[in-house]
């Protein structure tokens, strides 16, 4: 009885630590021990749906359960929970749900529409969702519909807006890699190879993807030496990891070996 006396202050404090703690203390208590977990594993996802119970109305936790499904390819249990992420913190997730329609999805339209209601929410700052701006996003998007005028249209913004705020040496790489596509795809090869050259002049001459396809132009305008030294400087560039991809997903226009084999096959 001693010994229980003894421990009973240190007892009491455990417990006032579980049953005196505010609600939103005790749903991040949960969601940090949620997020000790792999994303999807069903201890997360308990944390998580545990935590909602608690709060329905906190979006982050929303989008995090929904990412579980996401990852799974599982869009009909993804797109309830995101959703409701959405609906309750449009301002941060809403571009958010573009990107994921942009990549996991390929739904282009449903990303644009996305991105730009998310521009209507906040018109005194350009959103930058995933850690790029809504332009570069819809840049991708529209270039995944095919629709060259407005995928040039909206790369020239991003980089314009990029270059003034940070300098050139700030812009993200891909953006030229992908303007470079939209022109070469619609039929302006010098355009095309400008940005590819802007790309490889920015990057060190390193980048598989742009030599690749410098290597295409190259080969159309009947220049069949020179295209073949960058199809093998691509492998070259390939083999090291210089290319273009992303986690989970293919990305847009991703090259493989077979590609640079076959315009190696070609040039032969």
Same mark, same amino acid.
């Not at 997360?44 to 906190?58: G, I, P, Q, V």
């Not at 490889?200 to 030294?229: T, W």
């Given at each position: 009885m001693e010994k229980l006396l003894k421990y009973y202050p240190s007892i009491l404090l455990i417990l006032c630590i579980y049953n005196c703690e505010s609600k939103d203390e005790e749903i991040k208590r949960i969601t940090d021990y949620g997020f000790s977990f792999y994303q999807g594993s069903p201890t997360?996802? $308990?944390?998580?749906?545990? #935590? *909602?119970? %608690?709060?329905? @109305? $906190?979006a982050e936790n929303w989008r995090e359960l929904s990412v579980t499904y996401l990852k799974r390819g599982i869009p009909h249990e993804w797109k309830p929970y995101m959703d409701k992420a959405v609906a309750y913190d449009p301002v941060t997730w809403q571009g958010y749900r573009g990107y994921n329609y942009l990549w996991f999805y390929r739904d282009y339209k449903k990303a644009i529409a996305d991105f730009n209601a998310t521009d209507t929410l906040t018109p005194l700052y350009t959103d930058a969702p995933q850690g790029h701006s809504v332009d570069y996003w819809r840049g991708i998007a529209y270039l995944g519909l095919k629709d060259y005028e407005n995928s040039i249209k909206?790369?020239?913004?991003?980089? +314009?807006?990029? @270059?003034?705020?940070?300098?050139?040496?700030?812009?993200?790489? $891909? #953006?030229? %890699?992908?303007?470079?596509?939209a022109y070469y795809e619609s039929g302006n090869l010098d355009e095309a190879l400008h940005n590819f050259n802007e /790309? /490889?002049? /920015?990057? =060190? =001459?390193?980048?598989?993807?742009?030599?690749?396809? +410098?290597?295409?132009? %190259?080969?159309?305008?009947?220049? *069949? +030496?020179?295209? +073949?030294?960058? @199809? /093998?400087?691509?492998?070259?560039?390939? $083999? %090291?990891?210089?290319?273009?991809?992303?986690?989970?997903?293919? @990305? *847009?226009?991703?090259i493989y070996p077979e590609d640079l084999e076959n315009l190696l096959h070609s040039l032969n």
């Open positions: 997360h996802m $308990n944390a998580f749906a545990y #935590a *909602l119970e %608690l709060d329905s @109305t $906190n909206y790369w020239d913004k991003h980089i +314009k807006k990029e @270059t003034e705020e940070s300098g050139e040496d700030w812009v993200e790489i $891909n #953006a030229f %890699l992908y303007r470079g596509i /790309l /490889l002049r /920015l990057f =060190n =001459n390193i980048s598989a993807d742009a030599k690749y396809y +410098k290597a295409l132009i %190259l080969k159309a305008k009947g220049d *069949l +030496k020179a295209a +073949k030294v960058h @199809t /093998l400087d691509a492998i070259e560039d390939y $083999n %090291l990891g210089y290319n273009n991809s992303r986690p989970y997903v293919e @990305t *847009l226009r991703q």
